[in-house]
């Protein structure tokens, strides 16, 4: 039978990075061609933040490793190292999925210990990527949330958040929730090629417009701006303006950082997709994963105004961009241990 060799105890030849996890099995579907979703049973849902006190929260939830988005530079490529995977098309299309997660959520929410913060989804991995059509985690996820008093923000960019508008617009009556979708790339030809596994820019347009007339807000992640591509007033301004008829309540925008191994998988398509610009990049990230204070500086002054221009308020604190630590170029060039949300 198809099914045979993905039954539970089945050799598959997973990589042995996945046994330390709780493997169950590997499983391969025609409805998603190209995926590897391997399953796993994990041991704990909550992932307290390192480094908390540059971030606006302390505490994680990931039900997914790796996404099917495949947006070419995405930070959070370095964690499928860990995992004996790598960081470029593993990262896109082995996607590991903690099936257990809000079950294993909702015990450690239960704790005498708990305190109640602030938990975001969405900060590694979209939790609304392709997978959660099939494996539907989100909505135990925010019960889970909800039902506890634990206040909750999430990040997407995927539309299948609509399906659970109805749950989250219930979980707001009760809790503090923050919504934010993702839209950085407007024009649909460098969205095709960048972002080649998300919703279109139209359809996140849509998204925005669902959220809000649901009652909810729903802030705008205008990031990462890519230089030379994204960043110039015609095309910041033609978004903006585009984000603020959808209804958004706030915008936030920042400039691409290129961390590990997501600098090189990033590097590689820009050589095959706009090889003009490949000089530019490497002196701009000379010091390693951060645009140099000057260019910041320009962004800022560039996409201030514009967000002003639309009436849109500025950045917000669940999803405020994080400063980026002084460092010099030898330190910055050293190899680092990804970051594990």
Known sequence: MRW????????????PGLQRMGFIRSVRSPQFEGMTFHEILCKSALNKVPNAAMLPFRYTVNGYR????????CFARPTHEYLDLDAGADFDTQVVVKTNVADVLRRELSRRSWQRETVALGTNTDPYQ???????LMPGIIAALADSGTPFSI????TLLRRDLPLITEAARHVDVSIAVSLAVGDPELHKDVEPGTPTPQARLGLIAAVREAGLDCHVMVAPVLPHLTDSVTHLDALLGEI??????????????????TRGWFMAWLERSHPELVAVYRELYGCGAYLPSDYKKMLHDRVTPLIAKHGLAP???PFRAVAAPAVDCAEALQPTQPTLF
């Open 4 to 15: 045979d060799g993905q039954a539970v105890g089945v050799d598959d030849g997973a990589l």
């Open 66 to 73: 790796g996404c099917s988005h495949a947006c070419r530079y």
């Open 130 to 136: 392709r997978a959660e059509g099939r494996y539907a």
């Open 155 to 158: 990040l997407t960019k995927g």
């Open 244 to 261: 603020a008829a959808a209804g958004a309540t706030g915008v936030t925008a920042f400039g691409l950082h290129l961390p590990g191994s």
């Open 315 to 317: 950045d917000r604190r």
